[in-house]
Structure formats: structure tokens, C-alpha cells
């Protein structure tokens, strides 16, 4: 399950997001980046990872092309900022975007 809330604000948007970016919830997400993005300008929306529990290959498709589109993904928890460094180093390498924020940088070994 993925639970997605958008909090719009004047100085921009943050989706935060809950539980598992895998299955069907990789296209709920989608359908809701779509109509977000739509409607906003996408660098001023903030993506906050900090809930995520697991994202699989598809998720992580997604929040790629979410960040390339100008999107700014958040999160704080050790598994989730590899996946979100990944996607920083895939968009250096490409000659992309390389804005991927990391809220906290200790993690425990």
C-alpha cells in the first residue's frame, strides 16, 4: 500500500509519500505526478521519501523520470538515499539533473 499527500503551499508543493512505491502503486503514483504536473511547475515540487518502506525497479523508474522532469526527491532513511544517490549518479553521468536531496546523512552500518 502507498499512501500519497500533497501539501500545496505559495513557495511550493511536497508529495510525501508512505509505504511501498512497487506494483500498482508505482501507477497511482504516476497518475497523481501526471495531474500534479499538470498543473504545477514541477520544479517546484518536492517529493519526500522519508516514509517509503521498499521501491522496486518500476518505483525507481518512476522517480527518475519524476527528477528529470524537474521534481526534488527527499528522503532520510539509508536504503532509500542509495536508491536516491543512484539516481543522482544515472543523471551526472547522463549529463542530467543532479539535485537529489538526502535530509539526514548519518546512517548506522
Known amino acids: 500500500m502507498l499512501r500519497i499527500t500533497t501539501s500545496i503551499r505559495p513557495d511550493g508543493t511536497t508529495v510525501a509519500l508512505e509505504g511501498r512505491l ?14 500534479l504536473a499538470t ?19 518500476a518505483g525507481k ?8 522532469q524537474g521534481a526534488a526527491l527527499t528522503a532520510t532513511g539509508c536504503m532509500t538515499r542509495a536508491i ?10 547522463r549529463g542530467g539533473r543532479t539535485t537529489v536531496g538526502n535530509g539526514d546523512d548519518r546512517c548506522s552500518t
Do not use: C, Y
Open 22 to 35: 512497487a506494483g500498482p502503486w508505482v501507477d497511482e503514483l504516476r497518475a497523481s505526478w501526471r495531474s
Open 39 to 57: 498543473t504545477r511547475d514541477a520544479r517546484s515540487i518536492r517529493v519526500d521519501l522519508d516514509a517509503v518502506t521498499f521501491i522496486d525497479t
Open 61 to 68: 523508474a518512476l522517480l527518475w523520470a519524476m527528477h528529470q
Open 84 to 93: 536516491l544517490d543512484e539516481i543522482r549518479k544515472n543523471a551526472h553521468e
